[in-house]
Nanobody
Framework: QEQLVESGGGVVQAGGSLRLSCAAS????????MGWFRQAPGKEREFVAA?????????????QYADSVKGRFTIYTNDAENTVYLQMNSLKPDDTAVYYC?????WGHGTQVTVAS
C-alpha cells in the first residue's frame, strides 16, 4: 500500500514562505492526481491545491487551487522522486493548520504550519 510522507512544515512570520513536500512510497501509474488539504484547530479539513499529471510528464499536468491560496501557493511535482511539493508564499496567520497530502484513499500524517503575526 502506498504511503505518503509529508515534511517541510514549521513556524514562519507572516509574509514568509515555506515549501512542503509529500513523498509517495510507490508510483504504479504515470497518470495520477495528488492534493494538499489543511485543517485548522476547530475547523473541518479543507482543500488547498491539487495536481493532475498525465502520461508521466508534468507538461500535461493541470492544477487547481482554493480561492484563498490562489496567487500565493504553487503545487508541482518531481516525478523522478515521486514527490509533490507545495510552495507557499506570502503566508498569513489564517494559513496556520496541519497540512495533509492526499492521493485517492491515501493520506499522509500531516505536517504543522504555523504563521505568526
Amino acid at each position: 500500500q502506498e504511503q505518503l510522507v509529508e515534511s517541510g512544515g514549521g513556524v514562519v512570520q507572516a509574509g514568509g514562505s515555506l515549501r512542503l513536500s509529500c513523498a509517495a512510497s510507490v508510483r504504479t501509474c504515470s497518470s495520477y492526481a495528488m492534493g494538499w488539504f489543511r485543517q485548522a484547530p476547530g475547523k473541518e479539513r479543507e482543500f488547498v491545491a491539487a495536481i493532475h499529471a498525465s502520461g508521466g510528464s508534468t507538461e500535461y499536468s493541470s492544477t487547481q487551487y482554493a480561492d484563498s491560496v490562489k496567487g500565493r501557493f504553487t503545487i508541482y511535482t518531481n516525478d523522478a522522486e515521486n514527490t509533490v511539493y507545495l510552495q507557499m508564499n506570502s503566508l498569513k496567520p489564517d494559513d496556520t493548520a496541519v497540512y495533509y497530502c492526499n492521493e485517492g484513499l491515501n493520506w499522509g500524517h500531516g505536517t504543522q504550519v504555523t504563521v505568526a503575526s
